[in-house]
């Protein structure tokens, strides 16, 4: 892997102090002197740095004013949008909008593979279905969460849509833990395996409607229990 630039790490770690809550939308981020200071590089290093993080959005320069942090709803960066919804502190409203984003896609995707899925597919998935029931009596969170994502996964591809697999590819990371924080939760699993069993079953059926119907619910189902079991817990 090659090595990050000194203009990079800069802009990388004031990337992290935002997204940390350091400098909230809004607030001003240092001047060139005192981050020049900080990471001991020139300010030429710190104008280029801050250059890269206005590029992307993440920072808007008032003139006479100073250096401004946007809100993340105008950052131009999928990667330090991912960012923020993994590492950063607003973590009840990105995880929710994560579900309207995958229910956005999913749906979608899931009505297309009606009708391209084939037999194998299908068997595939409904062994991912088994896989996550034995996880769960097994009290496996991590292999519940691998068989989960690797159902989902399976029917992205059934969809055989390329623009699809491009678009979620980026997010397994933020996936991967966020399915980890609801799957703790027994009751989500035991719901988990519900819905997908009633996925594989209109998927079966070869109707589009159903299968749509079928993810729609699910995702339905994933908000609710995020709602009531996860964000609720937090706030009690």
């Not at 001047?31 to 001991?40: C, D, M, Q, T």
């Not at 973590?91 to 749906?107: G, K």
């Amino acid at each position: 892997m090659a090595r990050k630039s000194l203009v990079g790490v800069v802009a990388d770690e004031l990337l992290d102090r935002i997204i940390a809550g350091e400098f909230p939308p809004g607030a001003a981020v240092p001047g060139e002197l005192e981050l020049s200071a900080r990471h001991e590089v020139s300010r030429m290093t710190v104008r280029e740095a801050m250059k890269t993080l206005q590029a992307q959005q993440i920072l808007s320069v008032e003139r006479g004013r100073g250096t401004f942090v946007n809100p993340l709803n105008r950052w131009a960066s999928l990667e330090a949008v991912l960012r923020a919804a993994s590492e950063g502190k607003n973590d009840a409203a990105a995880a929710i909008q994560l579900i309207e984003l995958r229910r956005m896609l999913e749906t979608g995707a899931c009505e297309l593979a009606a009708g391209r899925i084939g037999d194998s597919d299908l068997n595939t998935l409904q062994g991912q279905v088994e896989a996550m029931r034995d996880a769960h009596e097994r009290h496996d969170v991590a292999a519940f969460v691998a068989a989960d994502l690797a159902f989902h996964d399976l029917i992205l591809r059934a969809s055989e849509n390329v623009f699809v697999a491009v678009l979620f590819a980026p997010l397994h990371r933020v996936l991967e833990r966020r399915r980890t924080q609801t799957s703790e939760v027994r009751e989500i699993q035991a719901h988990a395996i519900g819905q997908h069993k009633k996925i594989v079953q209109a998927l079966s059926t070869r109707d589009p409607h159903k299968a749509r119907d079928a993810m729609d619910e699910h995702m339905q189902q994933t908000l609710d229990d995020l709602k009531s079991y996860v964000l609720a817990a937090r706030r009690d």
